[in-house]
C-alpha cells in the first residue's frame, strides 16, 4: 500500500491494509453472529455443533472466501464486470447486486430495530421491565404472566371479562404491541410506525455519511464499528459469567450437555454448513466489490486466513456472553435453559432484553448491547450498499465518478423509501419474509454457478495462474487442496444444501402463516434475482457473431476486456493472450501479429 497515493488513481484503493481486513471483517460479521450461531450451537448438540461447524469452515467456507475475494482483486472490477471472464454468465453478477439491494432494504430496518431498543433502554426502569428499581432489587423471582387483551397491556391475567390469546412475557408484549405495533398478519398493513420510521431515517443517514467518500470514508468508519462490538462482548462475557446460574448456560451451549450423537444426522451437517456460508457473506457480491479496491499484489490469501477464522471466533465468543447471561435468566425464573432460549429476533428482542433487565443496573448493559448490534449492522450494511455503488461506477464511470456523494445520497434515500413497508405494523412479516425467501437458498444457487463457471468454464488451473501473478508463485502441494475444493468438494456440498429444498417449509412469523398472496410474491422475488441469469445470457448470445456455436463458444471465454485493471500489472501472459485472440479474429490466416502487437507480417 503505496502511501499518500493511490496505486490504482482511477478506481481508488484502500487507504491501508487495516482498513481493508477491518471492512471485512465488519461485513463478515454481523447479526448472525450475535443471535443466528448460538441457537444453532444449542439445537444442534451443543459443544458437538462445534465439529461440523470448523469442518465445513475448511472446506466450504475458506475456499470459497479466498476465490471471491481473488476474483474481485485480480481485475479491480465489481461483482458484474468481474464477469468479463466468462461473459455467458454475467447475469450471476447483476443478480448478486439484486439480491444486495433487496437484502440492503430489510436489513436497514433491523438495524433500526437496534437503534430504537438503545433509546428505550435509556430509561430507569427498562420499559420491558417488570422492575420497579434499576438495581434489580424488587425484581421479582418468578416470570409475570401477562397477556394481550385486545392489544393493550394488561398484567393480570384473571381480570375479569377479558381472554387471553396467548400467555406473553413483558419483554414479549413489549416487542410485540409497542416496539412492533404487530398487526395480525401480512394482510393487515395498518399504518406507519413513526419512531420506527425515525429510526430508519436516523440509520439511513448513519449510512450515508459514512459513505459518502466510497471506501476513502467508510474505511475510517470500521476503525470503531468494526471493534466495538469486540469490546463490548467480551464485557457482557465478563459480567455474564460472575453471575449465579452462568455455568448452567455456558453448559447447555457446549459444555457438559454436549451430545455427540447429533453429529449422525444430516441436518445437523446441514446447519453447519448453513451457518458459515451465510455468515461469511459469499455470495453477496460483497467479497468482490471489497476486494476490488486493494493494491494488486496484495496477499489476499493471508487476508482470507485473518478474515474467516476472526469470524468464527467472533461467533463462539457471541455464544460464551449470550448463553452466561441466558443462564442467570433461567435460574432466576427456576425454569430449564432451553425455555428461554429463542431464535433469532426473539432472542436478539426478547430473550436477550428480558435477561439484562434483571441485571443490577440493567440500562447499562442493555444500552451496551443494543449499541453493539447497531455498530455491527452497520458494517454489514456498508458493505451491501457498497456493492450496488461499485457495479454502477464501474459500469458508467464518466457519469459518476465525479458525483459519488449523489449518488451515495440517491441510493440511501430510495432504500429508505422502500424500508417504508417494512416498518408499518406488518413490518416485521415483511422483513421475515424478504429474509426467507431472499436471503436463503437463492444464494446457494448463485454461487453454485460462480463456481463452475470459474472452475469449468474459465479454468480452475488458469485461474490459479492469475491468483500467482498477484501473491507469487506456488508449489503445486500448495493448491492441490485448494483444487479438490474448487472442482469438487465445494460444489458438491453447495449442490446437497440446494437439494434440501424437497423439504421446504413455508415460513411463518409467530406461528402465523403468510396468505397466499404472500408466498406468490416471495417466490416472484426469487424469480426477479434469478432471471437475470438467462436474460443477460440470451441478450450476450444474441449480439454475439457467428452460428450458435460460435457465439457460445466466445461468451464462454474472457472478452479482451478481461485482464488486471492496470497496464503495469499485465504482463507478457495477457499481452501474448490479447495478441493471440486478435490473430485468431482475423479471416487471412497467412497473416499473423508480431510480438509486440504493432504490425501485420505475411
Not at 196 to 202: D, F, I
Not at 305 to 315: D, E, H, I, R, Y
Request: hydrophobic fraction near 45%; proline fraction near 4%; include cysteine.
Amino acid at each position: 500500500y503505496l502511501r499518500g497515493r493511490d496505486e490504482n488513481t482511477e478506481r481508488g484503493n484502500w487507504t491501508s491494509k487495516k482498513e481493508y481486513i477491518l471492512s471485512m471483517i465488519g461485513y463478515a460479521v454481523g447479526l448472525g453472529n450475535i443471535w443466528r450461531f448460538p441457537y444453532l450451537a444449542y439445537k444442534n448438540g451443543g459443544g458437538a455443533f462445534l465439529i461440523p461447524y470448523f469442518v465445513m469452515l475448511v472446506v466450504v467456507g475458506i475456499p470459497l472466501f479466498f476465490l471471491e475475494s481473488a476474483f474481485g482483486q485480480f481485475c479491480s472490477q465489481g461483482p458484474v464486470n468481474v464477469w468479463r471472464a466468462v461473459p455467458l454468465i454475467q447475469g450471476t453478477g447483476v443478480a448478486m447486486v439484486v439480491v444486495s439491494l433487496i437484502v440492503s432494504i430489510y436489513y436497514n430496518v433491523i438495524i433500526a430495530y437496534s437503534l430504537y431498543y438503545m433509546f428505550a433502554s435509556m430509561q430507569c426502569p427498562l420499559p420491558w421491565s417488570g422492575c420497579s428499581s434499576c438495581d434489580g432489587s424488587n425484581c421479582s423471582t418468578t416470570p409475570e404472566v401477562s397477556c394481550n387483551v385486545s392489544s393493550v397491556l394488561v398484567t393480570n391475567w384473571t381480570q375479569e371479562n377479558s381472554s387471553c390469546s396467548s400467555i406473553q412475557t413483558p419483554s414479549e408484549l413489549y416487542w410485540d404491541n409497542v416496539a412492533l405495533q404487530r398487526s395480525g398478519g401480512l394482510d393487515e398493513t395498518g399504518p406507519v410506525v413513526w419512531h420506527l420510521a425515525l429510526c430508519l431515517l436516523l440509520t439511513s443517514i448513519l449510512v450515508t455519511a459514512a459513505l459518502i467518500r466510497g471506501i476513502k470514508s467508510s474505511g475510517k468508519v470500521v476503525y470503531f464499528t468494526a471493534t466495538f462490538p469486540y469490546v463490548v462482548i467480551v464485557i457482557l462475557l465478563i459480567r455474564g459469567v460472575t453471575l449465579e446460574g452462568a455455568k448452567d448456560g455456558i453448559d447447555f451451549y457446549i459444555g457438559s450437555q454436549s451430545n455427540l450423537t447429533k453429529l449422525t444426522e444430516v441436518q445437523v451437517w446441514k446447519d453447519a454448513a448453513t451457518q458459515i456460508f451465510y455468515s461469511l457473506s459469499i455470495g453477496w457480491g460483497g467479497l468482490m466489490a471489497l476486494a476490488s479496491y486493494n493494491n494488486f499484489h496484495n496477499n489476499v490469501f493471508k487476508d482470507s486466513f485473518v478474515v474467516t477464522l476472526t469470524n468464527a471466533g467472533t461467533s463462539v465468543l457471541a455464544g460464551f456472553a449470550i448463553f452466561s447471561i441466558l443462564g442467570h435468566m433461567a435460574h432466576i425464573y427456576k425454569t430449564p435453559v432451553s425455555k428461554v432460549v429463542k431464535e433469532g429476533f426473539g432472542l436478539a428482542f426478547i430473550a436477550y432484553p428480558d435477561a439484562l433487565s434483571k441485571l443490577p443496573i440493567s440500562p447499562l448493559w442493555s444500552i451496551l448491547f443494543f449499541f453493539m448490534l447497531l455498530t455491527v449492522g452497520l458494517d454489514s450494511q456498508f458493505a451491501g450498499i457498497e456493492v450496488i455503488t461499485t457495479c454502477l461506477l464501474d459500469a458508467f464511470p464518466t457519469v459518476f465518478k465525479s458525483k459519488h456523494a449523489l449518488l451515495t445520497v440517491t441510493l440511501c434515500s430510495i432504500l429508505y423509501l422502500l424500508g417504508l413497508p417494512c416498518v408499518t405494523r406488518a413490518g416485521i412479516y415483511w422483513v421475515t419474509l424478504i429474509d426467507q425467501f431472499v436471503a436463503s437458498w437463492v444464494l446457494l444457487f448463485l454461487v453454485l454457478l460462480e463456481i463452475i463457471a470459474i472452475s469449468y468454464i474459465y479454468g480452475g488451473n488458469r485461474f490459479i495462474k492469475d491468483i500467482e501473478m498477484m501473491i507469487g508463485m506456488k508449489t503445486s502441494t500448495f493448491w492441490l487442496w485448494w483444487r479438490a475444493c474448487w472442482f469438487f468438494i465445494s460444489p458438491c456440498i453447495i449442490f446437497l444444501l440446494i437439494s434440501s429444498l424437497v423439504y421446504f417449509e413455508p415460513p411463518n412469523y409467530g406461528g402465523i402463516p403468510y396468505p397466499d398472496w404472500g408466498m406468490t410474491l416471495g417466490w416472484c422475488m426469487i424469480a426477479f434475482v434469478l432471471m437475470w441469469i438467462p436474460v443477460v445470457a440470451g441478450y450476450k448470445l444474441i449480439k454475439a457473431k457467428g452460428n450458435p456455436w460460435k457465439r457460445l463458444k466466445s461468451l464462454c471465454s474472457p472478452s479482451e476486456e478481461w485482464h488486471p485493471y492496470l497496464d503495469v500489472h499485465r504482463g507478457e501472459r495477457y499481452s501474448e493472450e490479447r495478441c493471440h485472440r486478435r490473430n485468431n479474429s482475423r479471416k487471412q490466416p497467412e497473416y499473423k501479429l508480431t510480438a509486440d502487437c504493432t504490425e501485420l507480417t505475411c
